[in-house]
């Protein structure tokens, strides 16, 4: 299953390279989206964010209803990275034994660390884009729920900082910006994997900080690798002429060192 990163879908290129490669070499593969990034809002107020684990849950449930898989694999990109660690990491329930290895691609494991790097002034065309798909999100929301957004609010906010104080920390339930990033970050949670599990991040990620790169954690635990790229900059891993990243190429191979 891969998940895509933040204000993503299904349908992006590198989500559509990695089904393609996986497919070649034999695997079924379920690419599902975000609430609110199909193309169709969702109902409900809430949108998703980097500590969701209940979606998850609910598209791997309903695969494996579906047909039996002995073996499933879990990949994510980005803020759908964190989703697959803390999924692996942090679910209530025990997960299902075919869930066998998870992988991350460009992967923020430490929220705030990545959010204050998207406030430099070197990735403001990052903040400026993701920051007005998340005001029109927020103004068609507005309709459904006209006395929980503040419209006059959200247009005047011009930094991420500013979006999740006032927005996401009390979408989440969190009662402050503090309590937000801590809750959010899958970083606290890495130590507890059980199962072989893969953080591929390049080091000219722009949106990466130190945190991002838990060397340390990756020397003394039994499960948890960590690769780092030198290039690749966020979700590329692009080399000329040939027709998978190297992304997709390093998932084919972890999946076949592991299973």
Do not use: C, D
């Given at each position: 299953m891969v998940t895509h990163g933040f204000e993503g879908s299904s349908d992006r290129g590198y989500i559509a390279g990695t089904a393609k490669i996986l497919a070649a070499n034999g695997w079924d593969v379920l690419a599902w989206n975000c609430r609110s990034c199909s193309g169709e809002m969702n109902r409900q107020y809430r949108f998703y964010h980097a500590g969701d684990t209940g979606d998850i849950h609910t598209v791997v449930t309903h695969?494996?209803?579906?047909?039996?898989?002995?073996?499933?694999?879990l990949i994510g990109y980005s803020l759908g990275g964190s989703q697959?660690?803390?999924?692996?990491?942090d679910f209530p329930e025990p997960l299902a034994p075919s869930i066998k290895t998870v992988v991350a691609i460009s992967t923020p494991v430490d929220i705030e660390e990545s959010m204050h790097l998207l406030e430099r002034r070197s990735n403001r065309m990052y903040r400026k884009l993701f920051l007005q798909r998340l005001r029109d999100k927020l103004t068609e929301k507005a309709k459904t729920y006209p006395d929980r957004v503040d419209l006059e609010r959200l247009q005047a906010?011009?930094?991420?900082?500013?979006?999740?104080?006032?927005?996401?920390?009390?979408?989440?339930?969190?009662?402050?910006l503090a309590d937000y990033y801590a809750g959010e970050s899958v970083l606290p949670h890495l130590p507890k994997l059980s199962m072989p599990g893969l953080l591929l991040n390049a080091a000219n990620d722009p949106i990466l900080g130190p945190k991002c790169y838990p060397s340390g954690l990756a020397q003394d635990h039994p499960y948890f690798h960590l690769e780092i790229c030198r290039n690749g900059g966020h979700t590329g891993f692009w080399r000329p002429g040939e027709e998978y990243t190297f992304a997709d190429k390093r998932i084919i191979n972890w999946l076949n060192e592991q299973l």
């Open positions: 695969a494996l209803a579906q047909k039996h898989y002995p073996t499933v694999a697959t660690f803390r999924y692996a990491t906010i011009q930094t991420f900082t500013e979006f999740n104080e006032y927005i996401s920390a009390p979408m989440y339930g969190y009662g402050s």
